[in-house]
């Protein structure tokens, strides 16, 4: 059984590198995590083996209240703020179409406040960080009971 | 004045963070009267971002136009600085750059040919919709896709935005066990790449034969990939460094993204202007393959540049295969490049075609002024006048199957809006 913590998004862009950031917190815990631009045919490298995939994304509401973050199983309705036109939706609807759907694939969602040109996230979405990874863990560790840590391989 | 003999098409591009795209299409009389493509580019942010900058950064700073080009923007960018420094990479240090190229040219290629390119020519809105169908087709352009990112990842660190790209070679060569680690997934590759040939050569063309000028590298031996000598249709062939002399950048009032003219006339860069100045240069399995797919030693239809990078896909895992087999690992991970002032040129072969990267550097290497010319801004125009052509000589399709053709069209030249056009709305406005 094998756990894969996905940070999709562009450190380069902002609030949009909190995947990136949450992704590298978690792999500070020994959980396997890797950071993605979304591109589907990457995002089904990524998770493929794994049995539980945790993706983390930024998304863009009107009104948005940055660093609110949402968990989701379902990706459809979610309008991702991938700095891409292809993105998490579409990778899953690809992974289904080729039966490579992982067996448990849940999101996080977290809204943004800046995805402008830059580092850094903005104050709002980085108080968020430390919440949401360890919500990412617990989500890991639950999913493999008996391990607080998935093994880096 | 009939109904249909004056018509618009509006492809409004859906706002995306990192660009825009758009198609104006306007007819008048059943004459093509505009056609406007309008792309919003941000690699002249990064000119600017440049100056000022260390000599050593430009390959990890210029990574980052592109997530899908990111090796070519390192390749011309280490070849121009190295040249205002008057370094030149050979030996096993030149061949690990090519090695990169060839994972950049498999992966970007594969993408292309099978989630954004093929749909068009098989009835399919998009590349999951081809994969419900066809779903072991499309499994094997993600397996070609994958080997092109192991050697990214191998060689460049990661396959996206490669990290391990420094000016005068890498910060860290592979072993050779690492290297030959890499034969048996490009074998397969390789073997998935020549059934790619044949199945995209079964697809049916347009017609179009485009009287553009071609312009492309073409080296003393090889393919042209990471270095070589402009050269042209015509005949004639200039130095890198006479690049600025001979292709004029211009504003258009649709575009905030500059046009480009090759000695004031229409030229294309990119897999059909390469494949015509280079087909005699083609390893064996790849000049077999192209010729079984039906090309001769010239391309100009556009339509066909499918199978030009199906066959490209052949040349770089057989050129892959053939540095791997022949690695050694070099005594150091790179050369020394002490800077100087002056100017340096660079240009290799992006997967979309010829990439341009001037920096002019002073005495401590600081930047003072640096000029990237994009391939996709190069093809612009060539881009307008095949929607012109095809407009014109498809008057009698219904708005959808014109824009469909007109968006294939635009598709032909893989440029970097390619994702998004599959996600256009079209208004139509009748006069």
């Not at chain 2, 992966?107 to 066809?134: M, N, V």
């Amino acid at each position: 059984m094998t756990a894969v913590v996905i940070g999709v998004g562009n450190e380069f862009r902002r609030d949009d590198g909190i995947g990136p950031a949450v992704a590298r917190a978690v792999a500070e815990s020994g959980v396997h995590a890797e950071i993605s631009d979304g591109d589907p045919a990457r995002l089904l490298e990524a998770w493929d083996g794994a049995d539980l995939v945790v993706i983390v994304d930024a998304i863009r509401c009107t009104p948005a209240v940055p660093g609110r973050w949402h968990r989701t199983t379902l990706p459809h309705s979610i309008p991702a703020a991938s700095s891409h036109g292809l993105g998490v939706p579409e990778a899953v609807e690809l992974a289904e179409a080729l039966d490579r759907r992982p067996e448990h694939l849940v999101i996080y969602a977290v809204e943004v406040a800046d995805v402008g040109f830059g580092i850094g996230l903005s104050p709002a979405v980085a108080a968020a960080a430390a919440t949401l990874t360890s919500a990412v863990l617990t989500e890991v560790a639950e999913e493999f009971p008996g391990t607080d840590k998935i093994s880096n391989s | 004045m009939t109904h249909r003999s004056n018509r618009t098409l509006q492809v409004a591009g859906l706002a995306r963070v990192e660009g825009e795209g758009a198609l104006h299409v306007r007819t008048v009389d059943g004459e093509v009267d505009r056609v406007e493509l309008n792309i919003y580019e941000p690699p002249r942010f990064f000119e600017a971002f440049l100056r000022g900058r260390h000599f050593r950064e430009p390959p990890d700073i210029t990574a980052r136009i592109c997530g899908i080009c990111p090796v070519a923007y390192q390749m011309s960018a280490c070849l121009a600085i190295e040249d205002a420094c008057g370094v030149r990479v050979e030996g096993p240090l030149r061949a690990l750059r090519r090695l990169l190229y060839c994972g950049e040219w498999i992966s970007s290629h594969a993408l292309h040919i099978y989630l954004l390119h093929a749909p068009d020519f098989l009835g399919f809105p998009d590349g999951i919709a081809l994969a419900r169908e066809h779903r072991s087709v499309v499994e094997r352009g993600l397996a070609l896709k994958k080997a092109g990112n192991r050697i990214m990842d191998l060689v460049g660190g990661r396959a996206i935005h490669p990290v391990n790209v420094r000016v005068g070679g890498f910060y860290r060569v592979p072993t050779t066990d690492e290297i030959r680690g890499l034969t048996t997934t490009l074998r397969q590759a390789l073997h998935d790449a020549l059934a790619t040939v044949e199945w995209v050569a079964a697809f049916d063309f347009p017609e179009l034969e485009v009287p553009h000028d071609l312009m492309a590298l073409r080296d003393v031996e090889g393919y042209p990939l990471d270095r070589g000598t402009p050269h042209i249709s015509t005949g004639r062939s200039f130095p890198v460094a006479e690049f600025g002399d001979h292709v004029a950048e211009h504003q258009v009032p649709h575009s905030t993204a500059l046009h480009a003219r090759l000695d004031d006339r229409l030229f294309l860069v990119g897999p059909l202007a390469r494949y015509s100045l280079n087909s005699d240069r083609l390893s064996p399995v790849a000049g077999e393959a192209a010729s079984m797919a039906g090309l001769g030693p010239v391309c100009r239809n556009p339509f066909r540049s499918i199978v030009v990078r199906a066959v490209e896909v052949v040349y770089a895992l057989e050129e892959a295969l053939q540095i791997i087999d022949s690695y050694e690992r070099p005594d150091a991970p790179c050369v020394e490049v002490a800077p100087r002032a002056g100017f340096g040129h660079g240009i290799t072969e992006a997967p979309r075609g010829l990439l341009y990267h001037r920096y002019e550097l002073d005495a401590a290497g600081r930047i003072l002024d640096a000029d990237i010319v994009p391939p996709t801004s190069q093809n612009q125009s060539a881009i307008e006048a095949d929607v012109t052509a095809v407009v014109r000589s498809h008057q009698h399709l219904d708005d959808h199957g014109l824009q469909s053709l007109c968006e294939q069209t635009i598709r032909n030249y893989d440029p970097c809006i390619s994702c998004s056009a599959h996600f256009l709305d079209l208004t139509r406005e009748r006069a």
